[in-house]
């Protein structure tokens, strides 16, 4: 019985033809993987998440604050959109509603946009990157996150 050349013992493993077409099939399949998984978009919806859970927890502070007042939200709100921070031209909202002067807490720190905001740790100087206003007729404040990714409008009012 004769053995074929290729068969021989010698001759046992892949041809280079052979190992370039399976890691080309690999690196196909690994590609299309990713496209599919799209870690961009994933870590942008993560962030939008989060813009979510900012934005409910800082007018969930406010309410809260209004029930402890007799219905009034903090008199810095106004009619016009302005972010919350500690800035000159911004509305500061950190004093009534983390309660470092007061004591009352109502949130234990300022949220902050994943992007664009800082919290210090302190009242001194924070920048959440989320507006906040309230309408003068019905009294419902507005919290709106401007930096909402994918096209998603992030904006909640009660």
Known sequence: ?????????????????????????????????????????????????????????????????????????????????TNIGSGGSDIDLCESLVGEVSGISYITAMPVDPENGNWSGACTSYNTSYLVSKDVVTGRVTIDALSSELGTSIKVER
Do not use: C
Not at 5 to 23: D, H, W
Not at 54 to 66: P, W
């Open 1 to 81: 019985m004769e053995l074929h050349p290729a068969k021989s013992s010698k001759n046992r493993g892949f041809t280079l033809l052979e190992l370039l077409v399976v890691i080309g099939i690999i690196g196909i399949l690994a590609a299309i993987v990713i496209v599919a998984i799209n870690p961009g978009r994933q870590f942008a919806q993560a962030r939008n998440a989060q813009r979510w859970n900012d934005v409910n927890a800082t007018l969930n502070a406010i309410h809260q604050y209004a029930v402890d007042n007799n219905g009034i939200v903090p008199a810095t709100i106004t009619a016009t959109p």
